[in-house]
């Protein structure tokens, strides 16, 4: 199985969404628009990658590292996806917007640093930028953890 490593790092100029003028972002990441079930998640063979929620910014900063794996071959038509949403404590979170990246952009075999355009996934509001550190590494492509 191939493995794509993915360190979120920060955002800037994410949409507000709480009263207060901030918002409360965290992220969610998956490969192409696959669902992991119920029954796969408890058995603890995969996971849904998310990171913490940062509250009150606009600019959070989270230095956090996930990995997640990409069936081979399917490099040409997958694509990483990050959902940046606003969590609540009371409601339902509000969707901040998206990045979507190619994994055909990433076979590389060296880490990519590189800042992404926040998209909107549905009809809300989007703006604001995620920068990310990715290294796509396919069976037999060694794993220098340098980033």
Known sequence: MNKLYVRV????????????????PFCVLSI??????????????LFTPKTKVIK???????????????????????FLRVVIWDWDRASKNDLLGMVK???SNLTSGKA???????????????????RLITHYCPVGVPFYNNF
């Open 112 to 130: 990519v640093d590189a800042w992404y355009n926040v998209e909107p996934m549905k009809k809300e509001k989007a703006k604001g930028e995620l």
């Open 32 to 45: 192409s628009d696959k669902e992991v079930s119920d029954k796969v998640k408890k058995q603890g063979k």
């Open 9 to 24: 790092v920060e955002a800037k100029g994410l949409r507000s969404a709480d009263f207060n003028g901030k918002s409360d």
């Open 56 to 78: 009150k910014t606009l600019n959070p900063v989270w230095h956090e590292s996930k990995m997640l794996y990409v069936g081979p071959g399917n490099e040409e038509k997958d």
């Open 101 to 103: 990246i190619p994994l």
